[in-house]
C-alpha cells in the first residue's frame, strides 16, 4: 500500500490518519491501552516513507494481533504460551564439554531461581534432551500467571517465549527480573557456544537477526504498556 495521508495524530486511545481512524486488518479501531504505546505506533505511521512496510511497524504488528487475534480467545491464546512451561528451554542441560554446562548453569539458574521464589514452585531439570515431565503443581501455577494477562500483554509476551523457547525467562522480563539483553543471551547460550566452536554462518546470522528484531519488538511493546 502506498502512503496516502499526511498527518498523524492520537485520538484519545486512537490512531488517526488525516483524521480518519486506522483499523486493524479484522476492521477494528486500532485503539491502544497507554499513550505511550499510542504514541509508539503513531510514531512507526508517521516513519512510513513512499510505501507501508509491515515489517518495519512491529509495534502496530503486535497491537493488530492483540485486537484481532488474542482478544476474541484470550484463554486458549494463553494457554498455548503456557504449555512452553512443559519443555521449558531452562529444564535442559548439556552433560559436557564443563565450559558449556557452567555458561548455562551461570544464564539459566537465576531465572530458575527468580521463578521459584515468585511462583513458589519446584523445576525438573536435566541433562540432555529427553523430556523431563515437570510437577503438575508448577504447570498449572505457571498457566495461571500467564492466564492472568490480558490481550495486549500476551500479545507482546509471545514473541518473547517463542524466541527464546522459554516461557521462565519471557515472565521474568515480562515482570522486571531480568532484561531484555540478559533474557536474550540466556536463550542464545548453545548457539553462541556454537558458533564459538564451528564459527558463524551467513544465513544464520541473518535468520537470528530477525528473531532479535521480534523479541526486542516484544520486549519494548511490553515496557509502554
Known amino acids: 500500500m502506498r502512503r496516502f495521508w499526511k498527518d498523524v495524530t492520537v485520538e484519545g486511545r486512537e490512531i ?47 497491537a493488530n494481533a492483540a485486537i484481532d487475534r488474542i482478544a476474541p480467545d484470550t484463554a486458549a491464546f494463553a494457554a498455548g504460551l503456557a504449555a512452553y512451561g512443559m519443555s521449558d528451554l531452562l529444564y535442559y542441560r548439556a552433560e559436557m564439554p ?29 541433562a540432555g534432551v529427553m523430556h523431563r515431565a515437570q510437577p503438575p503443581a508448577t504447570l498449572a501455577r505457571l498457566a495461571e500467571a500467564v492466564a492472568a494477562l490480558d490481550a495486549f500483554h500476551l500479545a507482546g509476551l509471545s514473541p518473547l517465549v517463542t524466541v527464546s523457547g522459554s516461557l521462565v525467562a519471557a515472565l521474568a522480563l515480562l515482570e522486571g527480573a531480568a532484561d531484555a539483553d540478559t533474557v536474550w543471551n540466556a536463550a542464545h547460550v548453545d548457539e553462541e557456544w556454537q558458533a564459538e566452536q564451528w564459527g558463524h554462518d551467513d544465513l544464520a546470522i541473518g535468520a537470528r537477526e530477525a528473531r532479535r528484531a521480534d523479541f526486542h519488538a516484544g520486549a519494548r511493546f511490553l515496557s509502554l504498556l
Do not use: I, N
Open 16 to 62: 488517526a490518519l488525516d483524521g480518519k481512524p486506522v483499523r486493524t486488518p479484522g476492521r477494528v479501531p486500532l485503539a491502544l491501552p497507554t499513550p505511550a504505546l499510542a504514541e509508539a505506533v503513531a510514531e512507526e505511521w508517521r516513519a512510513v516513507g513512499e510505501t507501508l512496510d509491515p515489517r518495519a511497524m512491529p509495534l502496530t504488528g503486535l
Open 98 to 126: 564443563e565450559p558449556l554446562v557452567a555458561r548455562q548453569q551461570a544464564a539459566w539458574d537465576p531465572l530458575l531461581a527468580w521463578a521459584r521464589g515468585r511462583y513458589d514452585v519446584h523445576f525438573e531439570t536435566t
